[in-house]
T-cell receptor, first 112, second 112 residues
Framework: DAGVTQSPTHLIKTRGQQVTLRCSPK?????VSWYQQALGQGPQFIFQ???????QRGNFPDRFSGHQFPNYSSELNVNALLLGDSALYLC???????????FGPGTRLTVL | AQRVTQPEKLLSVFKGAPVELKCNYS??????LFWYVQYSRQRLQLLLR??SRESIKGFTADLNKGETSFHLKKPFAQEEDSAMYYC??????????????FGQGTILTVHP
């Protein structure tokens, strides 16, 4: 089991563009959470998906949206990119209702 | 709303010395507390959780509900313990679905 995988590793975009990040959960996990980690900060919760629905959302604008597929993989979409969206985006998987989450290596997004 | 505070951004000790990384939290319900660690160029990984009450790599942490603390301790630090440590709180249960709230992190450096 490769654990949680994320693609791409790095991404460079310009302001106003849109981006899609992808995540495959650890085998057997059904819940995917996304976090944003700015430089020097702890991860901040964006949202969580279970049964292909957004179950909980953090304090992020609607420009951030997501999707979960029947195979439990997930996408994070960010529209109208701002310079402040530059960060490491982490995906974590877990079993529903469990606090223990397993993290992927992250996608480093740079917005110019 | 829940909050996690790690008062020390940097902590330096010498090899063989005891180490304590502080974590305080605020949450009105019954939280699950975790310590995550990130070694250089590696992904975020779970170190331990308060429910399991186990010792991992010589580290222990006790949940003190009276002081709302979950400090991480190790009696004899090793150079390989040098890493970034995050304290995290989960509000799993009810409608919360396991969102993790992280502290800002503490960089531990163990000198030879």
């Amino acid at each position: 089991d490769a654990g949680v995988t994320q693609s791409p590793t790095h991404l460079i975009k310009t302001r106003g563009q849109q981006v899609t990040l992808r995540c495959s959960p650890k085998s057997g996990h059904d819940t995917v959470s996304w976090y944003q980690q700015a430089l020097g900060q702890g991860p901040q919760f964006i949202f969580q998906y279970y049964e292909e629905e957004e179950r909980q959302r953090g304090n992020f604008p609607d420009r951030f949206s997501g999707h979960q597929f029947p195979n439990y993989s997930s996408e994070l979409n960010v529209n109208a990119l701002l310079l402040g969206d530059s960060a490491l985006y982490l995906c974590a998987s877990s079993l529903v209702g469990r606090g223990e989450q397993f993290f992927g290596p992250g996608t480093r997004l740079t917005v110019l | 709303a829940q909050r996690v505070t790690q008062p020390e951004k940097l902590l330096s000790v010498f090899k063989g010395a005891p180490v304590e990384l502080k974590c305080n939290y605020s949450y009105s319900g019954s939280p699950e507390l975790f310590w995550y660690v990130q070694y250089s160029r590696q992904r975020l990984q779970l170190l331990l959780r308060h429910i399991s009450r186990e010792s991992i790599k010589g580290f222990t942490a006790d949940l003190n509900k009276g002081e709302t603390s979950f400090h991480l301790k190790k009696p004899f630090a090793q150079e390989e313990d040098s890493a970034m440590y995050y304290c995290a709180l989960s509000t799993a249960g009810g409608t919360s679905y396991g969102k993790l709230t992280f502290g800002q992190g503490t960089i531990l450096t163990v000198h030879p």
